[in-house]
């Protein structure tokens, strides 16, 4: 299953599975659209990746910005004990928050993060947390800003 998941191609194959001799076949999911990864915030992207309607965006939005809050404050920590797997892992995660949430911004920083966790180097992680904990805050604001469009269908 590839990440961000798109719940449409996982429902039809799960589906697939629960009907006995049928042969298992491989739904082709279309290829989600390419996010602008200088993207503060691109709600449409994020939706449209995972195959979900707005008011599951919406609910998945609210839950990921405050999870994504709680993987940086680890990563923080992490760093400050020098626990660099604990802190590699955080920034991972965060990254796939920011990715679901639509900050694509925030998530490309998080690569960095990862390997700068990964190659130990305490200065550079920290320089980069503050950073995406800036970026996290403009994403926070522009999400507390923004409605859903009016169309609910899947994408």
Same mark, same amino acid.
């Given at each position: 299953?590839?990440?961000?998941?798109?719940?449409?191609?996982?429902?039809?194959? &799960?589906?697939?599975?629960?009907?006995?001799?049928?042969?298992?076949?491989?739904?082709?999911?279309?290829?989600?659209?390419?996010?602008?990864?200088?993207? &503060?915030?691109?709600?449409?992207?994020?939706?449209?990746?995972?195959?979900?309607?707005?008011?599951?965006?919406?609910?998945?939005?609210?839950?990921?910005?405050?999870?994504?809050?709680?993987?940086?404050?680890?990563?923080?920590?992490?760093?400050?004990?020098?626990?660099?797997?604990?802190?590699?892992?955080?920034?991972?995660?965060?990254?796939?928050?920011?990715?679901?949430?639509?900050?694509?911004?925030?998530?490309?920083?998080?690569?960095?993060?990862?390997?700068?966790?990964?190659?130990?180097?305490?200065?550079?992680?920290?320089?980069?947390?503050?950073?995406?904990?800036?970026?996290?805050?403009?994403?926070?604001?522009?999400?507390?800003?923004?409605?859903?469009?009016?169309?609910?269908?899947?994408?």
């Amino acid at each position: 299953v590839t990440k961000p998941i798109n719940y449409r191609v996982l429902e039809a194959t &799960l589906r697939s599975l629960d009907q006995p001799g049928q042969r298992l076949s491989s739904p082709t999911p279309p290829p989600p659209p390419e996010p602008n990864v200088a993207a &503060l915030f691109n709600p449409r992207a994020a939706r449209e990746a995972m195959g979900i309607t707005w008011e599951q965006y919406t609910a998945l939005s609210r839950v990921s910005f405050a999870e994504g809050r709680k993987r940086l404050e680890e990563a923080r920590d992490a760093l400050a004990d020098a626990n660099f797997d604990r802190a590699s892992i955080a920034a991972h995660t965060f990254k796939g928050i920011a990715a679901t949430l639509g900050g694509y911004a925030c998530r490309e920083l998080a690569i960095t993060l990862e390997w700068r966790t990964r190659d130990n180097d305490v200065q550079a992680a920290t320089a980069l947390l503050d950073r995406i904990d800036a970026q996290w805050e403009q994403v926070g604001n522009a999400l507390a800003h923004w409605r859903a469009p009016t169309d609910q269908g899947p994408a």
